[in-house]
């Protein structure tokens, strides 16, 4: 079955560390590929995505990701973090032509000041 | 410009009532998506709509009707609530095409005692 894998589900750091989250999708067709975040009590936001073109994308506050199509992966990263990227992270993923977006189950992410 | 707006945000249902989630967007956006999402299960889709008039089955449609009346507005209904629908309820939309990113709505926060 075709499915968005996201691992780590609990990722606690310190500011300034990087952080890297991992996403791998199954589908075997051209894909386009998302990572959204949802801060404390609000609603998803978008924070990069990945079409086709140069496969790392940078997004916004710093986060980029880079799709390995070999392995399947949408990682994301970002160098230093800060407090205020306490949030949780979605991957997503469609296929090229259909507008239903298949989520992992996301990464609960805490930084510690 | 008030994006996707989803009412009410709060509600506790007894076993067995019943009540319809409202969306709503102002972008004229062609698809609309309910999803759930419950802790450590990322978000699942319930329904879907590519446009006024239609709806289809998501990824846990069972217990969930929709309806499409009107291209802005996108309801789920509940005709018999259980436990089980105990969860965060998300509306999302987009334009049409797989590149355009969700926009969601602030969230559902139901609870059926």
């Known amino acids: 079955a075709q499915s968005v894998s996201q691992h780590n589900h609990h990722v606690i750091l310190s500011e300034a560390a990087s952080l890297e989250l991992g996403c791998n999708y199954s589908y075997g067709g051209t894909v386009n590929l998302f990572w959204y975040v949802q801060y404390p009590g609000q609603h998803l936001q978008l924070l990069l995505k990945?079409?086709?073109?140069?496969?790392l994308v940078k997004g916004i506050k710093g986060f980029e990701a880079e799709f390995i199509k070999s392995k399947f992966s949408f990682n994301l990263r970002k160098p230093s973090v800060q407090w205020s990227d306490t949030a949780e992270y979605f991957c997503?993923?469609?296929?090229?032509?259909?507008?239903?977006?298949?989520f992992g189950k996301g990464n609960q992410v805490v930084v510690i000041p | 410009n008030a994006g996707v707006t989803q009412t009410p945000k709060f509600r506790v249902l007894k076993t067995g009532q019943s009540m319809t989630l409202l969306c709503a967007q102002d972008m004229n956006h062609e698809y609309m998506y309910w999803y759930r999402q419950d802790p450590g299960m990322g978000l699942r889709l319930i329904h879907y709509s590519v446009g006024e008039g239609t709806t289809a089955k998501g990824e846990v449609p069972d217990g969930y009707n929709v309806s499409r009346l009107k291209k802005q507005n996108f309801l789920l209904g509940l005709e018999s609530a259980a436990p089980s629908q105990t969860s965060v309820y998300f509306c999302a939309s987009t334009p049409g095409q797989g590149t355009s990113p969700l926009h969601f709505g602030n969230g559902t926060r139901l609870t059926v005692t």
């Open positions: 990945y079409f086709s073109g140069d496969p």
């Open positions: 997503a993923v469609t296929l090229r032509g259909n507008n239903r977006l298949a």
